[in-house]
Nanobody, 127 residues
Framework: QVQLVESGGGSVQAGGSLRLSCSYY????????MGWFRQAPGKEREGVAA????????YYADSVKGRFTISQDDAKNMLYLQMNSLKPEDTAMYSC????????????????????WGRGTQVTVSS
């Protein structure tokens, strides 16, 4: 099993930045893909970014590409999401997730592929 805990959420004005962190632990040696997802009130959860374990490749939703950066420090069992140029529409609960399947056999932003989830951290962007 794998446990994940997010941190770093908060309130920020439009145009500002935040960095989310995800600490993961447990049996992590078989994890090949990790990602960040978000869910706004009244909307379905959507994939934001994903990364191959070890950081070799990254994937982004079109809505955040160029503004968000996903990274990983495998030695420290930490996953990050740097969010720049934040917009009000980025307001959501952000969760990190992990899966044993790789990032290329299925879409890296497909929710159903991820088996382990953190509880989430709230990000609120004001105008």
């Amino acid at each position: 099993q794998v446990q994940l805990v997010e941190s770093g959420g908060g309130s920020v004005q439009a145009g500002g930045s935040l960095r989310l962190s995800c600490s993961y632990y447990g049996y992590v040696y078989s994890i090949y893909c990790m990602g960040w997802f978000r869910q706004a009130p009244g909307k379905e959860r959507e994939g934001v970014a994903a990364i191959v374990a070890g950081g070799a490749s990254t994937y982004y939703a079109d809505s955040v590409k160029g503004r968000f950066t996903i990274s990983q420090d495998d030695a420290k069992n930490m996953l990050y999401l740097q969010m720049n140029s934040l917009k009000p529409e980025d307001t959501a609960m952000y969760s990190c997730a992990a899966r044993y399947s790789d990032c290329v056999s299925a879409s890296p932003l497909t929710i159903s592929e991820y088996a382990y989830w953190g509880r989430g951290t709230q990000v609120t962007v004001s105008s």
